[in-house]
């Protein structure tokens, strides 16, 4: 994930790639186009928090500062709902700790508005672009919640760290 700091097209980026040969989780430089600077900071890589682009295709997630309410994690936990709310055209990241359990329920019960639900355990900023679950894995309840169960049996299951990203493409959201 790279954090953009004007808004503009992902070309000036990817031309400007072409002079790296390897990017690292937190690097921070500008990029200079048409007069003015940009200032660009990875926030997260894949496969490893530094590789190698030279002769690689690479897939990139542009955020920009009205997307990104903050860019560390909200920690929660299973004890009590967290209640959001999230402003349209912005992210917020969530970050869970499951030990010791053979699964766990998602539950999603949006108050007002729209959101995408994106998770990983492996990608710290999940997005549409890198996720494991997503809305799609989600079935619709009677009340008008979304829930969700991963448990031992899914591949992708595992006793540690869960990290969420929920987008509200379209208007301002609230949800627990």
């Known amino acids: 994930w790279i954090l953009i700091h004007e808004e503009q097209s992902k070309a000036i980026l990817e031309n400007t790639l072409r002079n790296y040969l390897c990017l690292t989780t937190g690097d921070i430089f500008n990029i200079i186009h048409a007069g003015s600077t940009y200032q660009f900071e990875v926030l ?27 860019k560390s994690h909200t920690v929660i936990s299973s004890e009590q709902p967290h209640e959001v709310y999230l402003p349209k055209g912005a992210f917020n990241f969530f970050k869970f700790n499951l030990e010791e359990s ?21 990608t710290k900023y999940p997005t549409s672009h890198t996720y494991t679950w997503s809305n799609q894995n989600f079935k619709h309840k009677a009340d008008g919640s979304m829930v969700t169960y991963i448990n031992d049996k899914d591949t992708n299951f595992v006793n540690d760290d869960y990290y969420f990203g929920i987008f509200s493409p379209c208007e301002d959201s609230n949800f627990t």
Do not use: W
């Open 44 to 70: 997260d890589l894949e496969p490893e928090n530094a590789v190698s682009i030279l002769n690689s295709d690479l897939e990139i997630d542009i955020l920009l500062p009205r997307q990104l309410n903050d």
């Open 102 to 122: 053979p699964g766990i329920e998602i539950k999603l019960s949006i108050a007002e508005g729209f959101v995408q639900f994106f998770m990983s355990t492996i």
